[in-house]
């Protein structure tokens, strides 16, 4: 055991920077580094990011409102060309988001903005999203309690209706080992008040092996 996790001490980074990419290639090709793209420049669509699409589209027809959570601004950033397209209105909100209770005022109290993106840690904590009705989690954070407060911005004093959460996994990837191994954290975090990571960096040597093993 010794061994191992000193081998994982000096592999640290690099395993990190492995997950970071495979989850980037789970969301869409273009948040991928240049050097990581297809050699002629060929454009490589997004399953994930198309049925995303068909997802707010017929929650729009349904006279629903959705929060889109996404753990990498650029993703949520490759959203907006699309919703500029289809004339659909939306609100942003990142880290680096100036004067956020209006974006969230906005968004409570304009009918006509189906659609509000935030980034994942933006959005867990300090924030009351009554006007939604949908909570979309693009991609998986290690800690699933994470995932739940974000998800618990729609459920404040005001809302009237019933919440919808949907996470969106790509199938045969390292998001179906995410998913499995919050599942596993989220017990332990029952038990023991705190057994989730809540970053990456707080990811054991166990950890790495389950998401990593065939």
Known sequence: ??????????????????????????????????????????????????????????????????LVFSQFTGMLQLIIPWLDEQSINYEYLDGSTKHRLDKVNKFNNDPSIPVFLISLKAGGTGLNLTGADTVIHYDQWWNPMVEDQATDRTHRIGQEKPVTAIKLVAHNTIEEKIVALQEEKRDLFNQLIGGAPAKLGDLTPEDFEFIFEN
Do not use: W
């Open 1 to 66: 055991r010794q061994a191992r996790e000193e081998g994982f001490r000096k592999s640290r980074m690099e395993l990190l920077s492995l997950l970071m990419r495979l989850r980037q290639a789970c969301c869409h090709p273009d948040l991928l580094p240049p050097e990581f793209r297809p050699k002629d420049n060929t454009k490589v669509d997004s399953a994930k990011t198309e049925l995303l699409k068909e997802i707010i589209l017929e929650a729009i027809d349904g006279d629903h409102r959705m």
